[in-house]
Nanobody
């Protein structure tokens, strides 16, 4: 059974950093793409970053380019989101999600981890 488990969220002051982890179990080597999304209170879930199994350049939302970095440790079946220069607008629940193919919607979602940035 496929599971994605996020961790690493918390409370941080503006300008600080956090590293989120997404640990995958159950055929993680079959994932075509793993992405991070976030959802702030009262807002829709937005794309943050993605990384493909095949390699290539990761993809980022404009709002996080230059501040966030997505990377993977294949030996640990874990994808990370390093978040630097955090600001209040980054406050949200962060989710990781996985797709099995380049087509269609995401097949699996984690439960989310809360990130709160204080001013």
């Amino acid at each position: 059974q496929v599971q994605l488990v996020e961790s690493g969220g918390g409370l941080v002051q503006a300008g600080g950093s956090l590293r989120l982890s997404c640990a995958a179990s159950g055929r993680p080597s079959s994932f075509y793409l793993i992405s991070w999304f976030r959802q702030a209170p009262g807002k829709e879930r937005d794309f943050v970053a993605s990384i493909a199994r095949s390699g290539g350049s990761p993809d980022y939302a404009n709002s996080v380019k230059g501040r966030f970095t997505i990377f993977r440790d294949s030996a640990k079946n874990t994808v990370y989101l390093q978040m630097n220069s955090l600001n209040v607008e980054d406050t949200a629940v962060y989710y990781c999600a996985a797709k099995m193919s380049p087509f269609g919607s995401y097949n699996y979602w984690g439960q989310g981890t809360q990130v709160t940035v204080s001013s």
